[in-house]
């Protein structure tokens, strides 16, 4: 039987945790066994040291961690298999290491594992680096509605000055922003926004 200290319930013993634990972690999905070894043992110390965020409670948390981590792996593998195909084949056209090819690859790692949309790309290009990688965007663009269904609407702006536009502050932080290009991509349907800072004064 467990033991309540304050307000905190433990286990009497690793033998107790273990039977309470893998008792928890069946009833969630979650086979005792599937759980690695230095993770059920952490499991099983928290259940039975005795410390203010110790306790069951925070063990069977920790099981609930790891269901979280393992269905997030689920849905990452099920998005990589969904666009894998295209997407290895459309880099490869547009060029491994050229730049259209290289954001191409990062946006598929963020459709991916499900990351943030709009993102920084690189430490910046010059405004003729920036015209030269629109151009391979705009080839891109051309070759998706050829033969690439889940890579759609393509386009990358003219640059802008984001100051200028009473939009150079970063959200509240203390970060602003100059002038920047934006380039899209909509990847089975979950919209892409790389922004690339421009280096340089004006010409």
């Not at 433990?10 to 599937?34: C, F, H, I, Q, R």
Request: net charge negative; charged share 30%; proline share 1%.
């Amino acid at each position: 039987m467990t033991k309540m200290i304050g307000h905190v319930e433990y286990a009497n013993d690793e033998t107790e945790a273990t039977d309470l634990l893998s008792e928890y972690s069946e009833s969630v999905d979650l086979p005792w066994g599937l759980i690695p070894q230095r993770k059920r043992e952490a499991s099983v110390r928290i259940a039975t040291y005795e410390d203010k965020n110790n306790g069951l409670a925070a063990a069977k948390k920790t099981i609930d961690d790891d269901v979280s981590e393992q269905r997030r792996a689920e849905r990452v593998a099920e998005r990589k298999a969904e666009i894998e195909k295209q997407a290895d084949s459309l880099v490869k056209a547009v060029g491994v290491k050229s730049g259209a090819g290289l954001l191409l690859d990062l946006c598929r790692h963020h459709y991916e594992q499900a990351n943030h949309p709009n993102f920084t790309f690189g430490s910046g290009m010059t405004e003729s680096e920036y015209a030269y990688f629109r151009q391979e965007w705009e080839d891109a663009s051309e070759l998706t509605a050829e033969r690439y269904d889940q890579f759609t609407k393509l386009y990358a702006t003219a640059i802008q000055d984001k100051e200028a536009l009473g939009k150079g502050q970063v959200g509240d932080t203390l970060a602003t922003r100059g002038r920047q290009g934006n380039v899209f991509v909509t990847i089975a349907g979950a919209k892409f926004n790389a922004h690339i800072d421009i280096k340089g004064k004006k010409k």
